[in-house]
């Protein structure tokens, strides 16, 4: 009896050896393709790590929002916003995160910078008062002839904490001039011993300490500027407060980095966005129970203190201006200026 040749398959060993032929030679011929096309290198300055304020920030390379826009991003931390936009417009890194406030006194002083995409729309500061004045403080206009405690109390240099007690006074009636601030520091043991020995009556801070220090039972929040709500009431509108910075010079010639940084940080915050507290602070907090925990409860109030998008809404821009123009007054270069003279919001847009 002859052998019975299996025809059918033969055809199919051929076709799967022709198959396996050019996904080798497609291999082949990609993988220059790739090697071609690197991630782009981009270079971030921001305060932090585990500044409330800057959260998005610590988020970028835990949810991989760089390299999803083809980036290989490097984030160096430093000790304030300040100094990340000196290391930008030292040409040390590429775009700064800091508050649009000090963004506008560099540029009233003459500096290049452009703000491209807004983080957050609140100020991530609580105003604190001693447990033991509760009866007596009800609301910011009895801090009259009180003691505030703010990050620093020079007169010709001050932090945004009392630059935010000054114009919510004015704005509540109260001048300036008719309370005493002390520097509390910035660290919490500093904070905490100026408020437990009667130092200040009141602290204008940050988070977490400011949970901290009600938690046990130091003081309690008179205002919590995290709350876009609470915001609007005391500064007169949403405030915005975080953004992202370069130089005009990188614009013109490397605008496909700021492009993408626009992209990285509108993917993050639609990210933060699109997900509950308790998955941002697992996600920030990995195993870490007690950054967990902070971070939770942070978040569950606050978290609409950050942009949904980037966007640059004109009423935000609106009420940082008057804050901005109101404190820098007695200063004749800020005069007639606008923050639109140097935001360029060509990737992350305007809306009203």
Do not use: C
């Not at 240099?157 to 006074?169: G, H």
């Not at 005493?180 to 520091?185: D, F, K, T, V």
């Not at 007169?236 to 626009?262: C, N």
């Not at 933060?272 to 109030?301: C, F, W, Y």
Request: proline share 4%; hydrophobic share 40%; aromatic share 6%.
């Amino acid at each position: 009896m002859g052998r019975t040749i299996n025809h059918g398959g033969i055809a199919l060993r051929k076709v799967i050896a022709n198959l396996l032929y050019l996904t080798l030679i497609g291999l082949w011929l990609v993988a220059p393709l790739a090697h071609a096309h690197p991630l782009l290198k981009i270079t971030l300055a921001s305060p932090g790590p585990a500044s409330f304020s800057y959260l998005p920030i610590d988020l970028i390379k835990k949810i991989g929002a760089d390299q999803a826009e083809g980036v290989d991003l490097d984030i160096r931390y430093l000790g304030g916003g300040p100094l990340a936009a000196n290391e930008m417009l030292k040409g040390n890194s590429d775009f700064a995160a800091l508050g649009m406030a000090a963004l506008a006194g560099m540029y009233a002083d003459g500096k290049d910078v452009r703000s491209l995409v807004s983080i957050s729309r609140a100020p991530t500061y609580v105003l604190s008062v001693r447990s033991e004045l509760r009866p007596h403080i009800k609301t910011i206009a009895d801090l009259k002839g009180r003691v505030i405690g703010v990050h620093s109390s020079g007169k010709n240099s001050k932090s945004t904490s009392r630059q935010l007690i000054e114009y919510m006074l004015q704005r509540a009636g109260v001048s300036p001039d008719s309370v005493n601030y002390l520097s509390a520091g910035q660290s919490y043991a500093e904070q905490r011993a100026a408020l437990a020995s009667g130092a200040i009556d009141a602290l204008m801070g940050e988070e977490p300490f400011s949970t901290r220090l009600t938690e046990e039972g130091l003081a309690f929040i008179l205002i919590d500027l995290h709350d876009e709500g609470i915001a609007r009431q005391a500064l007169g509108g949403p405030f915005l407060y975080v953004q992202i910075a370069t130089r005009s010079s990188l614009l013109a010639q490397q605008p496909e980095k700021a492009r993408r940084m626009v992209a990285i940080m509108r993917r993050v915050l639609l990210w933060i966005n699109s997900h509950s507290a308790d998955e941002v602070a697992r996600m920030l907090g990995g195993s870490n129970p007690e950054v967990n925990r902070e971070s939770r409860q942070l978040l569950a109030r606050s978290k609409s203190a950050f942009s949904p998008d980037g966007t640059f809404r004109r009423e935000e821009v609106a009420t940082t201006e008057r804050f901005f123009l109101n404190l820098s007054k007695d200063n004749p270069e800020v005069r007639g200026m606008r923050l639109t003279d140097f935001i360029d919001a060509r990737y992350a847009g305007w809306k009203e």
